[in-house]
């Protein structure tokens, strides 16, 4: 869905759409585009990261990039400007980028003319107002006489003499955050971290590019102060007032450097939110069966040199997933939906074939749709196109909608079986172990036999035991004997 605003006759506005189904916000990943940038109808100006997906947005105009709204990674409700384009440079005086609408208010105009030099500016944040000062509070010191006052108390403590007050300068005392009067600047990310670490960022003595706050300003800030006993020798120590000092607990500051605080957003989120959903509202009951599938990974090595299965990857999870698609025609029920608004089992008359893959991004399951009509070639190569597509980050929110049976292959970590949460709206879920060679009675005979563990996690408001031992026994049977591939499909 394209979403765009026009500011005036020159300059359009690109809005964060909805790029999913009824998704409220998105991340910005990347930006491929920077101000000055020519950019042309379709062409693709950043990457946003989804509850679902990882999503490539084009600008659906020609012109020049006049400004970024968000610098990447910060996190946009649908419907917020993100970019803003010239379409027709040359044409007059651009417009000054928008304000921060989070800008402290002002109390009142400051005498002073405005410094020369520009205000270092961060995207999002506007222009710190470096012509205008607060009115102090009645009654509190100034601010250089309060640095004094704190600086004499503070030596006295310390055990040394306090230093003589500098005098304050002609003009006002800039913060120490950068902006003159206003907000520090820095990027969402330090600013979470310092808030993380309850840190001040007026406080803090920036010492990036014009000004900006970087993360290792905040921790050096964060860094407890050195002991007394390590301060260096000084003049003898002040008369002590009357009522000596309380002695107060050190406040305890986080070791940074033990803990890495990871945000929870986009697909992870996601994910995190599903499960639990799933987990705590259908009933969940989950078998397992231990099977030879030695005749299986003999059929792979066939396929393999088979001309009609040239060019797609053959894999035992190819044929896994042609025994559950068998399983499910000879047990229908099994592919269903729970509907709790109206309180009915859907029944489903086609199978979208949900893969869980992992990628950086986390956890996703794409599905295969109507993979019951394909043949083993067909499923073969779209096995393989979901595959690479879920691995570069770029399956669309489509992709993992609508999905109704899905395969877990826990097998590829070298795990033997696990207990897998359905997916949320589906029915069952197989999960399918490491293949190892082990000792096995094969023929009246112990044998080195290539043996895996399924386990079949399933609703059990849609599933009985009975049903999904059906379904379980039948995946097990043909991956012991694949011709049955071919009697009961």
Not at 109 to 136: D, F, M, N, Q
Not at 175 to 194: C, F, H, I, M, Y
């Given at each position: 869905m394209t979403t765009m605003t026009e500011t005036s006759a020159r300059f359009r506005e690109f809005k964060m759409p909805d790029v999913g189904e009824g998704l409220t916000e998105a991340e910005i990943l990347k930006w491929y585009v920077q101000p000055g940038d020519t950019v042309t109808d379709g062409q693709v100006v950043c990457e946003v990261e989804t509850a679902k997906a990882a999503v490539e947005l084009p600008i659906p105009f020609d012109g020049v990039v006049h400004e970024l709204r968000f610098p990447e990674g910060t996190t946009v409700d649908v419907g917020q400007v993100i970019i803003a384009v010239d379409v027709a440079p040359g044409s007059g005086d651009a417009p000054a980028p928008a304000a921060d609408p989070v800008q402290e208010?002002?109390?009142?105009?400051?005498?002073?003319?405005?410094?020369?030099?520009?205000?270092?500016?961060?995207?999002?944040?506007?222009?710190?107002?470096?012509?205008?000062?607060?009115?102090?509070?009645?009654?509190?010191?100034?601010?250089?006489?309060?640095?004094?006052v704190a600086a004499a108390?503070?030596?006295?403590?310390?055990?040394?003499?306090?230093?003589?007050?500098?005098?304050?300068?002609?003009?006002?005392?800039?913060?120490?955050?950068?902006?003159?009067?206003?907000?520090?600047?820095?990027?969402?990310?330090?600013?979470?971290?310092?808030?993380?670490l309850g840190i001040d960022l007026a406080t803090v003595v920036p010492t990036g590019k014009d000004g900006v706050i970087t993360r290792e300003d905040v921790h050096a800030a964060a860094a407890p102060a050195p002991a007394a006993s390590e301060a260096p020798a000084q003049a003898a120590p002040a008369p002590v007032a009357a009522e000596a000092p309380v002695a107060t607990e050190p406040t305890a500051v986080p070791d940074a450097a033990r803990e890495t605080r990871v945000p929870v957003k986009g697909v992870r989120k996601a994910i995190a939110q599903a499960m639990v959903g799933s987990a705590f509202t259908a009933p969940h009951v989950t078998e397992f069966v231990t099977v030879d599938v030695t005749r299986t990974m003999k059929l792979v090595a066939e396929l393999k040199e088979d001309k009609d299965m040239a060019g797609v990857r053959v894999n035992p999870l190819l044929v896994i997933a042609k025994a559950l698609l068998v399983a499910i025609k000879r047990n229908p029920e099994v592919n269903a939906a729970w509907d709790e608004a109206n309180q009915e089992i859907v029944r489903k008359h086609y199978v979208n074939l949900g893969i869980a893959a992992a990628t950086p991004r986390g956890l996703i399951v794409p599905n295969i749709k109507d993979a019951h009509d394909k043949t083993l070639p067909q499923l073969a190569e779209a096995l393989g196109e979901l595959v690479a597509t879920a691995r570069d980050g770029k399956t669309s929110p489509a992709a993992m909608a609508g999905g109704t049976v899905t395969i877990t292959n826990v097998g590829v970590f070298g795990v033997d079986t696990g207990t897998p949460i359905l997916n949320p709206g589906e029915s069952a879920i197989l999960a399918v172990g490491a293949i190892k060679l082990q000792p096995w009675v094969h023929k009246g005979k112990v044998k080195p036999r290539q043996v895996t563990t399924l386990a079949l996690s399933f609703d059990h408001r849609l599933v009985d035991g009975e049903l999904g031992s059906k379904v379980l026994a039948d995946v097990a049977a043909i991956l012991e004997q694949p011709k049955r591939l071919i009697t009961w499909a």
């Open positions: 208010p002002v109390e009142e105009p400051a005498a002073e003319a405005e410094p020369k030099g520009r205000t270092p500016v961060l995207v999002g944040y506007g222009v710190a107002e470096s012509s205008t000062k607060r009115r102090p509070r009645k009654g509190a010191p100034a601010a250089p006489e309060a640095a004094a108390v503070q030596a006295e403590l310390n055990g040394h003499a306090a230093p003589a007050p500098a005098a304050a300068p002609a003009s006002s005392v800039p913060a120490q955050g950068g902006a003159t009067g206003g907000r520090p600047l820095a990027k969402p990310p330090v600013r979470k971290l310092a808030k993380d």
